[in-house]
């Protein structure tokens, strides 16, 4: 059934067609319809779950963390300073291999304080060992916090739905809900294989990791990530032939047709999108919505045949002077000219002359460079 | 009496010669039983305990960070509550969620997450084992620090003596959120604490014990006096032994007279800056406390 | 090979770490004085202390010697030597 | 695709309004989507909200800076906020008001306070407004429009605000013609 709802709401909806166990919910701006949702869901007794109003971010991530190691199924969402908040209880969902999902609707970070969208909050948390998903639009929120459960489960690491701040958390579009036998057929009931307190199995959790084995649980998160990408492909493709809709690491848009190469995360993709489709058909983009497990492969040979290309960056490396997607490029593309453009910082809206300014600049770019795009004069 | 025989804390761990946190473990989990899953926040509790490969507990245990125990206790009860209503896991059995946390990580850092479990009623014990300052970082001063007890970190010197606030009345406060049972106990009397695990398990929502627990490094005294200064600590009236079950407050022992603090204070290093007139100072402090529950 | 989230499956297995050559002092029992109070039992942070036969007994690979058991012995059945190495 | 742009003040509807159009559009078959601005106000501030409608898939994500319509729902707007702010030369206003206005524009004017007074009691015009939208523009039909707001507002609310925008769409046709 096609609804025309937010992007919050896609997401419970997700949650709630996920039959998801235990949720933690704390309020912050622009997260809160989302948790609102599931708390309705819960209430009229549409989702069969313990909903616990948690006094913090912390411990929204500290109760899933407790919740998913006794192998229930759990959910909490965020932004901001709430994920900040969190921050190294994100590297112990990962470290003890926790299949938690999290929604984080990205927020700037203070100060000054802003509730407007920017990715800095989520790739703050670039290293934490969790996957990362980034969401163009409301069906995409929907369709990938469904995927996040069966990624998580089945690699054993915790999945971050990233969605860009009231551009999607607070915009109404159709999106189709798929049916809920037909979901709960394709999550399956989560059924822990390593980690759960049963008190007819005594294990023990998160204990002192001492020299002796830390760096090799390291290597493994790493050596889930690698699989991740493999698990998220045949997920994308097992979810393709069940619902319809394709996904996949990376997408590409009219790189057949370009001249000229664009790189983005998130919502602004559906802008350059726009841009491609009325204003110039010899742009392609490539939108990256699996920003970890860096898909290095598939960027590589994507833009084998282009010799630059403009990442725009909606999040900054202080003191480096560019953003977290371009920094990973240089890594991978050290033949190419890398044209970074650090865009919608804190809200700032990204127009279609920003694109047409960002286009324009890439087209005359010899070499390496860094720009700032819509700073007022 | 004889005791449970039957030991969920193994040996083996790393705990001082003399360690009082294990024979907290040992005792609550001997009234606690078998069908009891623990989590305990960052200290010398889960550090002694558990250094991968090995661990001593022989119950399901997590530890996940310092300031959250109270959260993760949550996370626990509320999934084994969804997983036997959606699942049927479990069995029928009715699960024990305890929280075992050190007074830095119950009254300190992780104070926010135990109020917030408290206040949302769910159903877990949180014994708070304490022993006075931050003995896994090497005995810095926490809230829970008594008065004129020197820490690395509120040092005797020529100006301080000491640490100069009295302890953070945690029972109190616990009471103050309304739940049904909190206790104060201590280690020195076994039968008393474990009675009140026990008691605490038998009812629905959240539950406080406060237990002291001397600690043989941190205080300053041989480790064979464990037992014998926590009890001194009772005696004397520094740590009343009492329950307050759906707000009503029972003193549960009442010693016939109480001694002298000194007695207390002159066993341990932690306090042998102290003059006469100091530890008259406190003397003062303990006897109206002690006035006001009817001590 | 490290378990996946460090995880330990093996319930009390720090039993593999003897803790017995901590030792300074050993406490001995002699059970002709022995009133099975139980309190060296109880008190006994290891523990170490375990009953067989119907009496009490110390398991000194595990013993680290702190002698709560004898400082709360009410009849002197527990006592202290130097540990010999 | 078409943009409009609502103005009114926090606690109106506005945002519920943006949103009752595009889902009245979506009913109609159309792809659609509504945002409001992302701002801080709160109740009584000036707010704005948005609506697009297209025939195709709406990819675009940038704010509106050229709307097709604009839509007052608080006359009092008109004095302290540029409502014709980007709007095309073509575009067109309606406006909740009982005066008549010169903006150098096509402009459709109704008494929508006293649509919602009558019909809901309270001074809520954000239905009545979609409704004289509809009217106005026949870029939605009334019969979708009313299904939104049916969705929107569950039982005798939703009746009231449906049978307020079906009064609010006879009065511009009344008053302006097919």
């Given at each position: 059934m096609k609804k025309v709802i937010t992007g919050t709401s896609a997401a419970a909806e997700a949650v709630r067609l996920c039959d998801v166990d235990v949720v933690a919910a704390y309020p912050i701006t622009p997260q809160t319809s989302c948790v609102e949702k599931i708390a309705e869901f819960v209430a009229n007794g549409e989702l069969d779950a313990e909903y616990i109003k948690v006094e913090s971010e912390h411990s929204a991530m500290a109760a899933c963390i407790g919740a998913s190691a006794t192998g229930a199924r759990t959910f909490t969402a965020t932004a901001s300073q709430g994920l900040a908040l969190m921050h190294e209880l994100l590297f112990i969902a990962s470290g003890m291999r926790l299949p938690i999902v999290m929604l984080n609707t990205n927020r700037a970070l203070s100060a000054p304080i802003n509730i407007w969208c920017d990715h800095q909050d989520s790739i703050s948390q670039r290293d934490t060992g969790w996957i990362q998903l980034y969401a163009e639009n409301n069906q995409e929120t929907l369709d990938l916090v469904i995927q996040a459960y069966k990624i998580a489960e089945t690699v054993l690491l915790p999945v971050m739905v990233n969605i860009d701040g009231f551009i999607l958390t607070h915009t109404v579009e159709p999106v189709e809900i798929p049916e809920e036998e037909k979901v709960r057929n394709f999550v399956g009931v989560y059924e822990p294989r390593h980690a759960y307190l049963d008190p007819d199995r005594p294990i023990t959790q998160g204990?002192?990791?001492v020299p002796e084995c830390y760096m090799e649980t390291r290597k493994q998160i790493e050596e889930a990530m690698e699989e991740a990408k493999k698990v998220i492909d045949k997920v994308n493709k097992e979810f393709e032939k069940e619902f319809g809709r394709k996904y996949s690491l990376i997408e590409t848009y009219n790189l057949e047709n370009a001249d000229t190469v664009l790189m983005a995360m998130g919502s602004v993709c559906g802008t350059i999108k726009h841009y491609i489709n009325n204003y110039d058909n010899k742009v392609g983009l490539i939108k990256v919505r699996t920003y970890r497990p860096f898909p290095k492969e598939e960027i590589r040979k994507v833009l084998e045949d282009f010799d630059k290309v403009g990442i725009l960056d909606k999040n900054i490396s202080f003191g480096m002077n560019m953003g977290a997607l371009a920094i990973d490029c240089l890594t991978i593309l050290k033949d190419k000219t890398i044209c970074n453009y650090i865009v919608g910082?804190?809200?700032r809206d990204i127009t279609i002359q920003n694109i047409k300014e960002i286009v324009e600049n890439l087209r005359r770019a010899k070499k390496d460079k860094t720009e700032w795009i819509g700073l007022n004069k | 009496m004889q005791f449970p025989r039957e030991e969920f804390l193994a040996p083996g761990h790393r705990g001082c010669a003399g360690c009082g946190a294990s024979i907290v473990v040992r005792l609550a989990l001997k009234a606690a039983g078998k069908d009891t899953i623990v989590t305990t926040p960052t200290g010398c509790l889960e550090v002694m305990t558990t250094p991968y490969p090995e661990t001593a507990w022989k119950v399901p245990w997590i530890h996940v960070a310092f300031e959250c125990a109270g959260a993760v206790a949550s996370g626990i009860s509320r999934a084994v509550k969804a997983l036997k209503r959606k699942r049927g896991k479990f069995k029928d059995k009715k699960i024990n969620v305890i929280a075992i946390g050190g007074d830095g990580g119950s009254a300190d850092i992780g104070f926010q997450s135990l109020s917030g479990a408290m206040e949302r009623g769910e159903d877990i014990l949180y014994i708070m084992y304490d022993n006075e300052a931050y003995m896994n970082t090497g005995i810095q001063r926490s809230?829970?620090?008594?008065?004129f007890a020197a820490t690395t970190t509120s040092p005797a010197g020529k100006v301080w003596k000491g640490e100069d606030k009295p302890k953070k009345d945690m029972p109190m406060i616990m009471a103050a959120h309304g739940v049904p049972y909190v206790a104060t106990a201590c280690i020195s009397y076994p039968e008393d604490f474990m009675r009140k695990v026990k008691k605490a398990l038998s009812i629905e929502g959240p539950k406080f014990i406060h237990v002291l627990q001397p600690c043989t490094t941190g205080w300053g005294y041989p480790p064979d006096k464990t037992i014998e200064i926590g009890r001194l600590a009772v005696e004397t009236g520094v740590f009343p032994l009492y329950e307050i079950e759906y707000g009503e407050f029972r003193l549960t022992y009442k010693p016939a007279k109480r001694k002298p603090v000194k007695e207390y204070i002159r066993m341990q290093k932690r306090f042998r800056h102290l003059t006469d007139e100091d530890i008259e100072k406190i003397q003062k402090y303990i006897d109206e406390r002690c006035k006001l529950l009817g001590l | 090979m490290v378990n996946i989230g460090a995880i330990i499956y093996e319930p009390g297995s720090s039993v593999k770490n003897k803790t017995g050559t901590w030792r300074v002092f050993k406490p001995i029992l002699n059970v002709e004085l022995c009133v099975k109070c139980e309190n060296c039992y109880i008190f006994c942070p290891e523990p170490a202390i375990y009953e067989e036969d119907g009496v009490f007994k110390i398991n000194y690979d595990y013993c680290k010697g702190c002698l709560i058991c004898a400082n709360e012995c009410p009849t002197g059945a527990i006592t202290k030597t130097r540990e010999e190495k | 695709m078409i943009e409009i742009r609502f103005h009114g003040r926090g606690g109106q509807g506005a945002v519920t309004a943006a949103q009752i159009l595009a889902k009245a559009a979506f009913y109609d078959g159309k792809y659609c989507q509504a945002f409001p601005f992302f701002g801080v106000e709160r109740r009584g501030a000036p707010v704005r909200a948005f609506t697009r409608i297209d025939d195709k898939e709406i990819l675009i994500r940038s704010q509106i800076y050229e709307p097709d319509y604009v839509v007052v729902l608080d006359p009092t707007l008109l004095d302290s906020v540029n409502v014709l702010e980007g709007l095309k030369k073509d575009g067109a206003v309606i406006v909740n008001t009982v005066k008549d206005l010169d903006l150098g524009y096509k402009v459709y004017t109704l008494d929508a306070t006293k649509i919602a007074l009558d019909v809901l009691g309270v001074p809520i015009v954000n239905t009545s407004m979609v409704g004289a939208f509809a009217g106005a523009?026949?870029?939605?039909s009334l019969e979708s429009v009313k299904k939104a707001i049916l969705e929107t507002f569950k039982g005798k609310l939703g009746e009231k605000n449906a049978l307020a925008a079906e009064k609010a769409y006879n009065e511009i046709i009344e008053k302006y013609g097919e």
């Amino acid at each position: 059934m096609k609804k025309v709802i937010t992007g919050t709401s896609a997401a419970a909806e997700a949650v709630r067609l996920c039959d998801v166990d235990v949720v933690a919910a704390y309020p912050i701006t622009p997260q809160t319809s989302c948790v609102e949702k599931i708390a309705e869901f819960v209430a009229n007794g549409e989702l069969d779950a313990e909903y616990i109003k948690v006094e913090s971010e912390h411990s929204a991530m500290a109760a899933c963390i407790g919740a998913s190691a006794t192998g229930a199924r759990t959910f909490t969402a965020t932004a901001s300073q709430g994920l900040a908040l969190m921050h190294e209880l994100l590297f112990i969902a990962s470290g003890m291999r926790l299949p938690i999902v999290m929604l984080n609707t990205n927020r700037a970070l203070s100060a000054p304080i802003n509730i407007w969208c920017d990715h800095q909050d989520s790739i703050s948390q670039r290293d934490t060992g969790w996957i990362q998903l980034y969401a163009e639009n409301n069906q995409e929120t929907l369709d990938l916090v469904i995927q996040a459960y069966k990624i998580a489960e089945t690699v054993l690491l915790p999945v971050m739905v990233n969605i860009d701040g009231f551009i999607l958390t607070h915009t109404v579009e159709p999106v189709e809900i798929p049916e809920e036998e037909k979901v709960r057929n394709f999550v399956g009931v989560y059924e822990p294989r390593h980690a759960y307190l049963d008190p007819d199995r005594p294990i023990t959790q998160g204990p002192v990791g001492v020299p002796e084995c830390y760096m090799e649980t390291r290597k493994q998160i790493e050596e889930a990530m690698e699989e991740a990408k493999k698990v998220i492909d045949k997920v994308n493709k097992e979810f393709e032939k069940e619902f319809g809709r394709k996904y996949s690491l990376i997408e590409t848009y009219n790189l057949e047709n370009a001249d000229t190469v664009l790189m983005a995360m998130g919502s602004v993709c559906g802008t350059i999108k726009h841009y491609i489709n009325n204003y110039d058909n010899k742009v392609g983009l490539i939108k990256v919505r699996t920003y970890r497990p860096f898909p290095k492969e598939e960027i590589r040979k994507v833009l084998e045949d282009f010799d630059k290309v403009g990442i725009l960056d909606k999040n900054i490396s202080f003191g480096m002077n560019m953003g977290a997607l371009a920094i990973d490029c240089l890594t991978i593309l050290k033949d190419k000219t890398i044209c970074n453009y650090i865009v919608g910082l804190g809200g700032r809206d990204i127009t279609i002359q920003n694109i047409k300014e960002i286009v324009e600049n890439l087209r005359r770019a010899k070499k390496d460079k860094t720009e700032w795009i819509g700073l007022n004069k | 009496m004889q005791f449970p025989r039957e030991e969920f804390l193994a040996p083996g761990h790393r705990g001082c010669a003399g360690c009082g946190a294990s024979i907290v473990v040992r005792l609550a989990l001997k009234a606690a039983g078998k069908d009891t899953i623990v989590t305990t926040p960052t200290g010398c509790l889960e550090v002694m305990t558990t250094p991968y490969p090995e661990t001593a507990w022989k119950v399901p245990w997590i530890h996940v960070a310092f300031e959250c125990a109270g959260a993760v206790a949550s996370g626990i009860s509320r999934a084994v509550k969804a997983l036997k209503r959606k699942r049927g896991k479990f069995k029928d059995k009715k699960i024990n969620v305890i929280a075992i946390g050190g007074d830095g990580g119950s009254a300190d850092i992780g104070f926010q997450s135990l109020s917030g479990a408290m206040e949302r009623g769910e159903d877990i014990l949180y014994i708070m084992y304490d022993n006075e300052a931050y003995m896994n970082t090497g005995i810095q001063r926490s809230s829970e620090t008594p008065l004129f007890a020197a820490t690395t970190t509120s040092p005797a010197g020529k100006v301080w003596k000491g640490e100069d606030k009295p302890k953070k009345d945690m029972p109190m406060i616990m009471a103050a959120h309304g739940v049904p049972y909190v206790a104060t106990a201590c280690i020195s009397y076994p039968e008393d604490f474990m009675r009140k695990v026990k008691k605490a398990l038998s009812i629905e929502g959240p539950k406080f014990i406060h237990v002291l627990q001397p600690c043989t490094t941190g205080w300053g005294y041989p480790p064979d006096k464990t037992i014998e200064i926590g009890r001194l600590a009772v005696e004397t009236g520094v740590f009343p032994l009492y329950e307050i079950e759906y707000g009503e407050f029972r003193l549960t022992y009442k010693p016939a007279k109480r001694k002298p603090v000194k007695e207390y204070i002159r066993m341990q290093k932690r306090f042998r800056h102290l003059t006469d007139e100091d530890i008259e100072k406190i003397q003062k402090y303990i006897d109206e406390r002690c006035k006001l529950l009817g001590l | 090979m490290v378990n996946i989230g460090a995880i330990i499956y093996e319930p009390g297995s720090s039993v593999k770490n003897k803790t017995g050559t901590w030792r300074v002092f050993k406490p001995i029992l002699n059970v002709e004085l022995c009133v099975k109070c139980e309190n060296c039992y109880i008190f006994c942070p290891e523990p170490a202390i375990y009953e067989e036969d119907g009496v009490f007994k110390i398991n000194y690979d595990y013993c680290k010697g702190c002698l709560i058991c004898a400082n709360e012995c009410p009849t002197g059945a527990i006592t202290k030597t130097r540990e010999e190495k | 695709m078409i943009e409009i742009r609502f103005h009114g003040r926090g606690g109106q509807g506005a945002v519920t309004a943006a949103q009752i159009l595009a889902k009245a559009a979506f009913y109609d078959g159309k792809y659609c989507q509504a945002f409001p601005f992302f701002g801080v106000e709160r109740r009584g501030a000036p707010v704005r909200a948005f609506t697009r409608i297209d025939d195709k898939e709406i990819l675009i994500r940038s704010q509106i800076y050229e709307p097709d319509y604009v839509v007052v729902l608080d006359p009092t707007l008109l004095d302290s906020v540029n409502v014709l702010e980007g709007l095309k030369k073509d575009g067109a206003v309606i406006v909740n008001t009982v005066k008549d206005l010169d903006l150098g524009y096509k402009v459709y004017t109704l008494d929508a306070t006293k649509i919602a007074l009558d019909v809901l009691g309270v001074p809520i015009v954000n239905t009545s407004m979609v409704g004289a939208f509809a009217g106005a523009t026949k870029l939605v039909s009334l019969e979708s429009v009313k299904k939104a707001i049916l969705e929107t507002f569950k039982g005798k609310l939703g009746e009231k605000n449906a049978l307020a925008a079906e009064k609010a769409y006879n009065e511009i046709i009344e008053k302006y013609g097919e």
